[in-house]
T-cell receptor, first 114, second 112 residues
Framework: DTEVTQTPKHLVMGMTNKKSLKCEQH?????MYWYKQKAKKPPELMFV???????INESVPSRFSPECPNSSLLNLHLHALQPEDSALYLC?????????????FGPGTRLTVL | LAKTTQPISMDSYEGQEVNITCSHN???????ITWYQQFPSQGPRFIIQ???TKVTNEVASLFIPADRKSSTLSLPRVSLSDTAVYYC?????????????FGGGTRVLVKP
């Protein structure tokens, strides 16, 4: 299995809602990432997990809360979002030891905040 | 992290070779050059990575001059399905939990 899956594909939420994005990989990768991508812009790194521990937080607002319950799963909990948070949220994974640093990306969750 | 500069867009025709040049003047000794491809509403996909000279795989070639301050991604005989955004990235290889900083990307349009 060489893919990263993300659910849901699309999500519409109000500013008072609480929702979660899910990401899963079964490639044995021990690094997992969340990116945010606005239309016609490059992906922007949000969080990096290494061995299920948060290693990088790119000064992301606290209304985004990541969680890595095990080596295969990565969640992004959303609360009190703003309309400007509407974007494509991408999850990625990568092996930590050597290799090409190739990150495997999921298809993304298209989030709309009303 | 080294900053990269790429053309914003390029047009080509089916069957032609497409060459995209990326500038990375402040590349560090330990940095590798990596290219990703992204189709609309999909995640980026790794294409190729290199350190110096030339690297070739089944999809593309990567040319890196001796000073490593630039690199050129070459896509041979493109088809309509190669229409995508191509990102050049520079960073250390094998770094634990490494960051990927995407530059602006080059939007390639392949016409019939």
């Amino acid at each position: 299995d060489t893919e990263v899956t993300q659910t849901p594909k699309h999500l519409v939420m109000g500013m008072t809602n609480k929702k979660s994005l899910k990401c899963e990989q079964h490639m044995g990768h021990r690094a997992m990432y969340w990116y945010k991508q606005k239309a016609k812009k490059p992906p922007e790194l949000m969080f990096v997990y290494s061995y299920e521990k948060l290693s990088i937080n790119e000064s992301v607002p606290s209304r985004f809360s990541p969680e890595c319950p095990n080596s295969s799963l990565l969640n992004l909990h959303l609360h009190a979002l703003q309309p400007e948070d509407s974007a494509l949220y991408l999850c990625a994974s990568a092996p930590l030891a050597g290799g090409h640093n190739e990150q495997f990306f999921g298809p993304g969750t298209r989030l709309t905040v009303l | 992290l080294a900053k990269t500069t790429q053309p914003i867009s390029m047009d080509s025709y089916e069957g032609q070779e497409v060459n995209i040049t990326c500038s990375h003047n402040n590349i560090a000794t330990n940095d590798y050059i990596t290219w990703y491809q992204q189709f609309p509403s999909q995640g980026p996909r790794f294409i190729i990575q290199g350190y110096k000279t030339k690297v070739t795989n089944e999809v593309a070639s990567l040319f890196i001059p001796a000073d490593r301050k630039s690199s050129t991604l070459s896509l041979p005989r493109v088809s309509l399905s190669d229409t995508a955004v191509y990102y050049c990235l520079v960073g250390e290889r094998g770094a634990a939990g490494n960051k990927l900083t995407f530059g602006g990307g080059t939007r390639v349009l392949v016409k019939p």
